[in-house]
């Protein structure tokens, strides 16, 4: 499986940027995809997930109520639209699937650069 994230870029505090991320190669076999952010030196955290089967879908309490994660299944596109926009939302922005089997397998996007001022 292979991700190219889109979207990044720099908006004021209080605007919208929606990310965009097409999977291309084994993408029926993805259980689920994510989106995760990172800045420097923190962790890698993830904010919005939705799950292949079933659309169940689950929120960190940071971006509840403000980002929005759904999934083009036929077209193989995962977005998530980020609304009110802080600036601690600022970070490096990354796609995430995975495909559940006995050893899970794991694949990132490049990452893209969400840069929020105030």
């Known amino acids: 499986v292979h991700l190219v994230e889109s979207g990044g870029g720099l908006v004021q505090a209080g605007g919208s940027l929606t990310l965009g991320c097409v999977a291309s190669g084994s993408t029926s076999s993805i259980d689920g995809m994510a989106w995760y952010r990172q800045g420097p030196g923190k962790e890698r955290e993830r904010i919005a997930a939705?799950?292949?089967?079933?659309?169940?879908?689950n929120y960190a309490e940071s971006v509840a109520g403000r980002f929005t994660i759904t999934r083009d299944a036929a077209n193989n596109i995962l977005y998530l639209q980020m609304n009110s926009l802080k600036s601690e939302d600022t970070d490096v922005y990354y796609c995430h699937a995975v495909i559940v089997t006995a050893r899970p397998q794991e694949y990132w996007g490049q990452g893209t650069q969400v840069t929020v001022s105030s």
């Open positions: 939705i799950a292949s089967r079933g659309g169940h879908i």
